[in-house]
Structures are given as structure tokens and as C-alpha cells.
């Protein structure tokens, strides 16, 4: 959130869906409730997995972005870098009036590979 006003929501999950964190922006109200919320993650992750059949062709999934009509969603994979396998997720929302794809260049995507440099460490 402190990356930049227009995000809604950040957080994290495991592949298996397991939450492992999530943060609001100040004041915001949320737009799903708790279960609502547990239900995009997962969707997210079928979202995910979904493009695994053309890797071997296009290369991992990065980034699944979705445009609704109330809110815009990114979903950045974060890989094992022994296994290759895709070991949790990076969710994040933002206002629909947000140029989101200008907050995850410059913003969400560096923060992203900041974190794969961490996992790579532990």
C-alpha cells in the first residue's frame, strides 16, 4: 500500500490456498467478505495453473492479471528454484480508475522479484 494509493489489497497465499498474509489500504472497505475473499485466491490459483500446459512453449507464468468491472486484480507466481514449481502467490487489487499496469511495472514487479530474491536466500 505504501508503494502506491490506488492499491486495494495485498497479500499472499501458498499454492494449496493457504493464506499467509493479507493487508487493506486504510480505511477501505472491503469489497468481498472473508470466504469471498478465500474464493479468489483460489480462483486465482486456477488461473494460475491453468496456463501450465503452454509453458514448455511460452515460458512460466508471471503475472494473471484481470480487469473487472468494480476492480482490477494481479496475481504474480513465486517459484521453487530447485523444483521450478510454483511453491505461492502474490495477490494484488486496485481501484478501477488505477493505471494498474503502470503500478506493476514500476511498482509491484520489482517488489515481487525483491521477494524471490529472499526465498532464494532461506
Same mark, same amino acid.
Given at each position: 500500500m505504501?508503494?502506491d494509493?490506488?492499491i486495494?489489497?495485498?497479500?499472499?497465499?501458498t499454492s494449496?490456498g493457504?493464506?499467509?498474509? &493479507? !493487508?487493506y489500504r486504510e480505511?477501505? &472497505?472491503?469489497l468481498?467478505?472473508s470466504?469471498?475473499s478465500q *474464493?479468489?485466491?483460489?480462483?486465482?490459483?486456477i488461473?494460475m =495453473?491453468?496456463g501450465?500446459?503452454?509453458?514448455?512453449?511460452?515460458?512460466?507464468?508471471?503475472?494473471?492479471?484481470?480487469e +473487472?468491472q =468494480? !476492480?482490477?486484480t494481479? &496475481?504474480?507466481a513465486? +517459484? =521453487?528454484?530447485?523444483?521450478?514449481?510454483?511453491?505461492?502467490i502474490?495477490l494484488? #487489487?486496485f481501484?478501477k #480508475?488505477?493505471d494498474? +499496469? *503502470?503500478?506493476i511495472e514500476?511498482k509491484?514487479?520489482? *517488489? !515481487?522479484r525483491q521477494?524471490r530474491k #529472499?526465498?532464494? !536466500?532461506?
Amino acid at each position: 500500500m505504501e508503494k502506491d494509493k490506488a492499491i486495494r489489497f495485498a497479500g499472499a497465499a501458498t499454492s494449496d490456498g493457504e493464506i499467509l498474509a &493479507t !493487508v487493506y489500504r486504510e480505511g477501505l &472497505t472491503p469489497l468481498l467478505t472473508s470466504q469471498e475473499s478465500q *474464493l479468489s485466491i483460489m480462483q486465482s490459483l486456477i488461473k494460475m =495453473n491453468m496456463g501450465k500446459t503452454l509453458e514448455p512453449k511460452l515460458g512460466k507464468t508471471i503475472c494473471i492479471f484481470t480487469e +473487472y468491472q =468494480n !476492480v482490477k486484480t494481479a &496475481t504474480f507466481a513465486l +517459484y =521453487n528454484q530447485q523444483t521450478l514449481e510454483q511453491e505461492a502467490i502474490v495477490l494484488a #487489487s486496485f481501484d478501477k #480508475s488505477a493505471d494498474a +499496469y *503502470l503500478i506493476i511495472e514500476e511498482k509491484i514487479k520489482p *517488489l !515481487v522479484r525483491q521477494i524471490r530474491k #529472499s526465498i532464494e !536466500v532461506a
